[in-house]
């Protein structure tokens, strides 16, 4: 018996890359929903992220004028803020949750007859996580980018060219990373539910599953 | 084991419900086959017959509420999720009334995809690919997209695709459903010549009435229950009785 049923089958990553990014360049316009919906979050978090690492470094090193005009109110905003931008990420992974909800009910036919090929359901969920967290990256890059400018920026406006010297760039570039790889984790996180509960179908029921 | 060689499906008993809400339906209500080695089988029935539901089963695409279903004489039920996907891929070719190729791939990457599961190299795939493309008459558009292809031509990619890891066994729901008389006779040609030259058992399920001819049997299914099956013999009679009508 055992000698005719083998279980050895493959969906080497290179291929899985190919099928994702030819989705996400097809159905451009679903990919920029999740992007965009990234895009706001982690400019948000970036933001604040930027802020706090300018204004603790304006703290500690900065013209003493600038020094008390900061210590105001700059650990009370801290806390709200941290509140603020956990809200706007749990959001963020709603809004990615229920794209892809409509993402794999659409494609509900396709997954079904990949099935049939002999996709298991791991290979499903591979092509639409690598789907989601590169939509993910993009809009993450794209949102990091956006928010820490608008901070620096809008630092340089009020206190003018002598901060140049105090901007903590490096702690900056590490917090931006910190906000693409969370922005990408994200965006995965938020597309296993629905991957996973599209996955499991029956190839059948996938295939009758109309939209 | 009293294994006779040559049985390829074999379903003991299957039934099939399904909840309707709260009402349970019961579409295959005990289905009983055997099916050979290099068979053309046509499965005959009026719609909502239970025709696709069966397919299903026999395919391991779905699960059988009750009975079993063997192909190869291995218990599908029995495998686990690897071995079946391997099933689905290595041992049967499926063809669809919708096509249903992937939308965003070329005929080619359509047809290389189980072949890509299956581990086969990349450039054996091709290769392969371009063959059973040009089997099936369309070498010249192997990088077209189903929506740049006609139904005919989307039908001719879906069974180079059926082909692609050499199944023993192709399952063709109405393969010819969508599509106009003499672009579905060439298809109904096109699977006699597979299962003729390769050996290969299709079993199809069809209202088409110019299936029977090539088939060598037919099982008619009336109701989710095998209301009879005809070999090819007496076949004649009744075939001639109705284009003659
Ligand atoms: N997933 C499902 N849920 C509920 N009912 C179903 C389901 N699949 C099939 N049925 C019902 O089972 C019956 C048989 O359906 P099936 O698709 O097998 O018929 P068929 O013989 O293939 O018909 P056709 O020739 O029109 O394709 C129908 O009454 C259908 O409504
Ligand atoms: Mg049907």
Redesign the pocket.
């Known amino acids: 018996m055992a000698k005719k049923i083998g279980k050895q089958l493959s969906l080497p990553k290179s291929e899985a890359f190919k099928m994702s990014l030819r989705n996400i360049r097809i159905r451009f316009g679903r990919a920029l929903v999740v992007s965009s919906s990234v895009f706001l979050g982690v400019a948000f978090l970036m933001s604040i992220l930027t802020s706090s690492t300018i204004t603790s470094a304006l703290l500690k090193n900065g013209p003493d004028a600038i020094r008390l005009s900061l210590s105001v109110d700059a650990s009370d905003y801290m806390a709200r803020n941290i509140w603020l931008v956990s809200l706007s990420l749990l959001v963020c992974v709603v809004g990615i949750t229920n794209s892809m909800l409509m993402a794999v009910s659409e494609r509900s036919r396709e997954i079904g007859t990949m099935k049939c090929l002999g996709a298991l359901n791991r290979f499903i969920m591979e092509i639409f996580l690598i789907e989601s967290a590169l939509q993910g990256l993009v809009g993450s890059l794209a949102g990091g980018l956006v928010g820490a400018l608008a901070i620096i920026i809008s630092f340089f406006f009020r206190y003018g060219g002598q901060i140049a010297p105090y901007v903590p760039y490096f702690s900056i570039l590490k917090v931006f990373i910190f906000s693409v790889v969370l922005g990408t984790v994200i965006a995965i996180v938020g597309a296993i539910y629905p991957t996973y509960l599209s996955a499991r179908l029956e190839p059948a ?1 996938a295939i ?1 599953r109309e939209v | 084991m009293p294994e006779k060689k040559d049985i390829v499906v074999r379903t003991v008993g299957v039934t099939k419900n ?1 909840m ?1 809400g709260r009402i349970e ?1 019961q ?1 295959l209500k005990g289905i009983d086959l055997e099916i050979n080695q290099g068979e053309y089988i046509s499965i005959m ?1 009026p ?7 069966l397919f299903n089963m026999i395919g391991g695409l779905d699960k059988p509420s009750n009975g079993r279903v063997y192909i190869d004489e291995v218990d599908v039920a029995q495998l686990d999720a690897f071995e079946l996907a391997w099933l689905r891929c290595r041992k049967i070719g499926y063809i669809f009334q919708t096509f249903n190729l992937i939308p965003v791939m070329t005929a080619l990457e359509n047809v290389t995809l189980p072949m890509i599961f299956a581990g086969t190299s990349h450039d054996e795939s091709v290769d392969k690919g371009r063959q059973l493309l040009e089997l099936v008459g369309l070498g010249e558009r192997i990088l077209h997209k189903p929506f740049e292809l006609s139904g005919g031509q989307q039908q001719r990619v879906a069974i180079a695709r059926a082909f692609a890891n050499s199944p023993a066994i192709i399952l063709a729901d ?1 393969p010819t459903g969508n599509l106009d008389l003499k672009t579905g006779k060439e298809i109904i040609g096109l699977l006699k010549e597979m299962n003729r030259k390769q050996g290969v058992s299709v079993i199809t ?1 069809t ?1 088409d009435l110019k299936m029977l001819d090539i088939s060598d049997r037919v099982i008619w299914i009336r109701d989710g229950q095998v209301e009879r099956i005809e070999n090819r013999a007496d076949l004649n009679i009744q075939v001639g009785a109705v284009e003659g009508e």
């Not at chain 2, 719609?47 to 539901?53: A, D, I, V």
């Open positions: 029921e009758r | 399904f309707l339906l579409v029935g719609s909502g017959s239970g025709k696709t539901t109405e399920a209202h």
